[in-house]
């Protein structure tokens, strides 16, 4: 089987934020090669109530999983993390979504890729245009670079530099 590019988002708002991103990385590593993973971000909650700031980070995975077996495999990873889910919305000690799988197009009931909320999401897009802003989305047909520009940057700072 050939290996696919892959981009995977991290996030984490409770407990030790860097800590879970790094476990979460160290994971990934298990799952194919860590090709990049841009700078580490922190960013307001998008569109819940008071909850702790995020830090959100996106990284580049070359995996020969195919893309159910992976979104089995990064559930798993979640859950070695300690995340529990509870309600859509609920702060998290770890989130890993998988936003892009080479330019694929998947929609089944377990898996929506590219991920269905990305677009409007400066806090995937941010980090994500740090390390492919020419990617195309494959629905939408528009750059990462240019979706960004579209959501804005308000809430997004970059804290860390990417590896």
């Not at 879970?20 to 580490?40: D, N, P, Q, W």
């Amino acid at each position: 089987m050939t290996e696919s590019k892959v981009f995977i988002g991290l996030g984490s708002n409770l407990g030790d934020r860097a800590g879970k991103l790094e476990r979460a990385r160290a994971e990934l590593g298990k799952l194919g090669k860590v090709v990049r993973c841009s700078s580490v971000y922190e960013t307001k909650p998008w569109k819940v109530g008071t909850q702790p700031l995020y830090l959100n980070q996106v990284c580049q995975l070359e995996t020969e999983l195919a893309p159910l077996d992976l979104m089995k495999r990064l559930l798993q990873a979640e859950r070695k993390l300690g995340r529990k889910r509870l309600y859509r919305g609920e702060p998290r000690l770890i989130d890993i979504d998988m936003l892009l799988y080479g330019d694929q197009v998947i929609e089944t009931s377990k898996l929506k890729v590219p991920h269905p909320r990305m677009a409007d999401r400066a806090f995937v897009l941010a980090p994500l245009a740090e390390i492919a802003p020419g990617l195309r989305h494959p629905v939408l047909g528009e750059t990462v670079e240019r979706l960004l520009h579209k959501a804005g940057v308000s809430g997004v700072e970059r804290l860390v530099e990417g590896a």
